[in-house]
Each structure stands twice: as C-alpha cells, then as structure tokens.
C-alpha cells in the first residue's frame, strides 16, 4: 500500500455530511494501490455566549486536505465557520489546504450596486486567500470574483452530469424541446447546455426571456420571451433558485404562449419561498446536491458527488480538471 496523502474533513452534524461521504465514497471505489484517501470529521462546538470551538478530530499534518463546507448554513455561520476551519488546517500543519465550496455565498455580492455597500464577494475571497491554496466551487454565479482570489480558483460545472441523467433518465421528454433562459445574462449558459446536449445527439432550440427589475428582489410584470416555445417541451437553465419569483413568471408567459411541458433546473435550489411556490407552476423542478432539499413529489435533484469526487481526485493526482467537461 502506498502512503495516505489526502484527506477529506467535514462536519459530521451538517445537512452537507451525506453529500461528502459521497464524495469519498466515490473516490475509495477507484481502489488504487497508490493513492489512499482517508475522511475526518471536524466538531464544532458552541459556548454558552455562542463563540465557538473548532477542532479537527485527526490528524491533517503533511496532508492535502480537502474541507467540504456546508453549504446549508445560514450565510454569516458560513463565513465564520469556514475561516476557522481554515486556520485549524493551519495551524495543524496540513500540507496543502482546497477549500471546497458546493455553493459559493456572497458570490452574487460581486459589484458595487449603490454608494458605500461591500463587495462581499471580495471580502470573501480574501479571507479565504490568507488561509488556503487553492478554491473549487460548483456553477459559480459570477465568474469575474476569481479575480478577487490570491490562489487557483477552480470552477467546475454542473452540466456534463446533468446532460448525462437527462439522456440516461428522460430521453423520451427531451423530444421537441427547447432549452431557455430566464434572462439575457443566462444566455450564454442556456447555450452552453443546448450545445451539450447536442454532442449527445438531442436536437433543441434556443429561447431568452427578458425582464425589467424596478426594485432589488421584484420582478415586473412585463416579460418577453424571444423565441418560438408553441407546442414545444421547455427546459428553464438557472444557476440559482432564490425565491423562485423571476422563473415562475417566465413558466406563466410560457403557458400563455403555448408551451407544453414545462421544466425548470437551477444548480443551486435556495428555495427561500418554498418549493410548493415552483411546483404549483413546473411540470417538475430539478436541482444539484450542492443544498439539501427536503424531497417532494415534482423535485428531483441530480447528484454531482460524482464530479466533485473526481475533481479532487485529479486534484490530488496533478491531472487536468479541464478533461472533465470536454
């Protein structure tokens, strides 16, 4: 056998554990003699004036570590807790640290929208930049914040996997389908999933919703879709599902125009409204893993444990992660 060089941490009293047990599953079933993967739970711990703990209940010393995060906690925990995790791997003398971020937050806080607001994004980035060596995330909102980080920034996507379960499990419905944005800024990733789904021989069209948004989180009334969705199956592509609010006045216009089936997927499924508020209006709605969503009978969610688990192993490896989405 040869010698353990990774590890993989998480937090054993998160909603993301079963995600990360995944991961390593999925990594320990390549059983390679030469390469040995070993997973430590980290402990928080809570005082009573609600500081807390944290501890890595193994040793990380001469290490590469991979730390999955939860990306379920509320946002400021989240924040909190990742920079102390990342100066407990620090301070154990890990080799090299990836902070691995299924959902990247405080990506969409990328700009300064008004007069003396934070980049978030930033702040974010540099604290993780002080601490760890290298960053992946899963269909980052805006991919212009890798400029905010000191160290190697891997965006992996969604896609591939989401194109292969699609094939594997609904080929029949992707017949006469057309795949949409809800908006100009998605276009380019409506694109991207219309041209994979291409390379498996699946004929689509394009369709791009536009809106006018008065005030931060309303969406007016007035939405225009451009292109011929009458008679068509509709696949709605979104990074993230907030409170639903933009996709499901795009899945209205698209009944008002004569679309048949109508389908949603979003990598990330905030679902801060509640998921009965999407699927009053989907045929069916689907999501990534990258959340914890309670299951219901129109959601259905699509693992990237897979992906994840094998861009950490070529991490590891020192092989190309671009491979992966050729």
Known sequence: MGEEKAVILADPAGKCYGFALKVFKSIENKNEKDFLMDFVNINFKEFRDKEEKIKILDTVRKKNCFFIHDS?????????????????????????????????????????????????????????????????????????????????????????????????????????????????????????????????????????????????????????ILGNVDGKNVLIIDDIIDSGNTLNIAAKKLKEKGAKQIWAYATHGLFTEGVEKMTDVFDKVMVSDTLYVEPHAKLETISIANLIGEAIYRNAKGYSLSELFK
């Not at 791997?89 to 902070?99: E, F, M, P, Q």
């Not at 369709?207 to 309303?218: N, V």
């Open 72 to 224: 379920n906690k509320e946002p400021n925990t989240w924040f909190t807790e990742l920079a102390f995790v990342n100066e407990a791997l620090r301070g154990a003398s890990a080799k090299d640290i990836t902070n691995i971020l299924p959902y990247l937050k405080f990506s969409r806080q990328d700009r300064k929208d008004e007069a003396r607001v934070a980049l978030n994004a930033k702040a974010v980035a540099k604290s993780i930049s002080s601490y760890a060596n290298k960053v992946m995330t899963v269909d980052v909102h805006a991919l212009q914040i890798q400029g905010f980080y000191d160290i190697p920034f891997d965006p992996l996507y969604s896609f591939p996997t989401v194109v292969d379960y699609l094939c594997d499990n609904h080929r029949n419905e992707l017949e006469n389908l057309v795949i949409m944005s809800p908006d100009a800024g998605g276009a380019p990733r409506a694109r991207s999933f219309k041209n994979k789904l291409e390379n498996k021989k699946v004929i689509t069209e394009l369709a791009i919703g536009y809106k006018e948004r008065p005030r931060p989180g309303e969406v007016s009334e007035e939405y225009v």
